[in-house]
């Protein structure tokens, strides 16, 4: 039978978050909602964290909570302490994120590396004896996904952080992201300068094109800007807002994604009011 876990109450200066923890504590919504629920119910569900020491504890699943007590001034808070080797850690901090909503790129693909380079560092393999599967092959299929999509997004970690950036924002596809994680940093830096001289980001044809440049030892800023400047068969009309025009409409903690999202529900409440009037006018 399965002990039962005791919840016990540690100062908040004891917890430390995970080393190299690859979700970020976003302000917006999110967030608020959780902040206005601890406050209202009063209790926070207890984090998991693990032992570092006699009075260091590391935390595994959580770290939003241990953020929102530290802004709410709570000194101590509700954990439970397990003990768990560094394969163990990994494995449940990526697990215990995932099920978050708006998971951006970025955070998946450090996610996934980490639990990939743990199962590869680990004397015990995940594979199963009898079906001799890679390490990689049950990875993906812990997730859901497929071995080709996990190493995608193994391989954005490749990016410089301003492109990596441009990927979490919807600027730059997946598929193009990968092509272009195989440029030089100095490539990179390279093509982020005529992406914003140009106002352009590269389609997936453009990218494999770059990075084929690149194989060649031929890739410079005037052949980036070469390629950038074509027209996109499949170029899209947008609508731009400076953010700076939409800011004062939301709080200041909100993203550029928190508004779009907000601004979407709007639309589609004005839309369902539209045609709930004109029901009404017949």
Do not use: C
């Amino acid at each position: 039978m399965k002990e039962k876990e005791t919840i016990e109450y540690l100062d908040l200066k004891h917890l430390v978050p995970f080393r190299n923890h690859p979700f970020k504590l976003r302000d917006g919504e999110e967030k608020e909602q959780l902040l206005q629920s601890i406050k209202t119910q009063d209790a926070i569900e207890p984090l998991i964290v693990r032992p570092l020491s006699e009075s260091k504890y590391e935390v595994i699943s959580g770290h939003r909570r241990m953020e929102i007590g530290k802004e709410l001034g709570i000194e101590k808070i509700p954990v439970i302490v397990r003990n768990l080797t560094d394969e163990q850690a990994v494995s449940m901090m990526v697990d215990a994120n995932l099920h978050r909503n708006n998971i951006l790129p970025s955070e998946r693909g450090f996610a996934y590396k980490m639990k990939w380079e743990s199962a590869k560092k680990s004397e015990k393999t995940l594979s199963q004896p009898a079906t001799r599967m890679r390490n990689d092959d049950v990875i993906a299929q812990s997730f859901g996904i497929g071995k080709d999509t996990l190493h995608r997004y193994i391989r954005l970690t490749y990016l410089i952080p301003e492109l990596l950036e441009m990927v979490d924002e919807g600027k730059i596809a997946l598929t193009p992201a990968v092509e272009l994680s195989y440029l030089t940093n100095e490539e990179q830096q390279a093509l982020l300068n005529e992406i914003e001289y140009a106002d352009a980001t590269p389609s997936l044809s453009q990218a494999q094109r770059l990075r084929d440049f690149s194989r060649q030892g031929r890739l410079t800023a005037d052949v980036i800007f070469a390629v950038l400047s074509e027209e996109k068969a499949n170029q899209k009309e947008q609508i731009r807002f400076p953010k700076e025009e939409l800011q004062k409409y939301f709080l200041k903690s909100y993203t550029g994604k928190d508004m779009q999202n907000t601004i979407l529900k709007l639309l589609d409440k004005w839309q369902r009011q539209r045609e709930r009037n004109a029901r009404e006018e017949r």
